[in-house]
């Protein structure tokens, strides 16, 4: 007796297309909550560790905070006379970058190997790089999505910082307060991520990424 060879019928076919459907569909939202988590990590890396650990490192070497401002950078020890324009935007984490790299520190931004990425985001006027730095121009040190990373000091915690953002966007980025109305950090500095969302945010439910930890309201 023959044996008659049965194929696959139409809703079979098709419930086997759905179930590969839902199974890409479950592939591709854990590779992207993967690649998410990622980014975090990285800059939780260079915000909560990497930089905090250079900042102290310079201070505990030359006996001050980095500077924050052209103004700053040109009267650094060691940098005087220095001629540097800059455009106000991103000029608190382009002098860091620079700052960090200072001829006389031991390891300068050794603690930051690795650190990525880095880049500059907007149109800077810088007329001489520091003798004796390695930083072939104005860069910035920028989160895992492309921001700069502000970098704000005590004595400016009243003013915010101006930075303009990978898709071109300017936003200003103020010192975080504590729900009391004082500065976390008030004897330090604060380096803060506005995260995925590129938006700072004012409390413990934001995404950003902070060098301190939030008090919830």
Not at 42 to 71: C, G, I, S
Not at 91 to 119: I, S
């Amino acid at each position: 007796m023959q044996r008659v060879q049965r194929g696959f019928t139409l809703i079979e076919v098709l419930v086997v297309v759905s179930i590969l459907g839902v199974l890409a569909g479950l592939i591709s939202i854990l590779v992207v909550q993967a690649g998410g988590k990622r980014l975090q990590m990285e800059t939780e890396m260079v915000v909560k560790t990497q930089l905090p650990t250079a900042v102290h490192r310079f201070r505990d070497e030359l006996k001050k905070l980095p500077p924050m401002t052209m103004a700053e950078l040109g009267q650094f020890p060691g940098w005087s006379g220095l001629s540097v324009t800059g455009n106000t935007t991103n000029d608190c984490v382009e002098c860091l970058y620079v700052a960090l790299r200072h001829k006389d520190l031991t390891t300068p931004l050794t603690e930051l190997a690795g650190a990525k990425p880095f880049g500059n985001t907007d149109d800077d006027i810088w007329n001489k790089v520091p003798e004796g730095s390695d930083a072939p121009e104005a860069k910035e040190i920028l989160d895992a999505w492309g921001n700069p990373i502000a970098y704000i000091t005590k004595n400016a915690y009243n003013s915010p910082v101006r930075l303009v953002k990978a898709d071109g966007t300017e936003i200003e980025v103020h010192a975080a307060k504590r729900p009391s109305g004082v500065f976390y950090n008030p004897d330090g500095f604060q380096i803060i991520s506005l995260g995925k969302n590129g938006v700072q945010d004012d409390s413990s439910d934001g995404d950003d990424v902070e060098n301190f930890t939030r008090e919830d309201e």
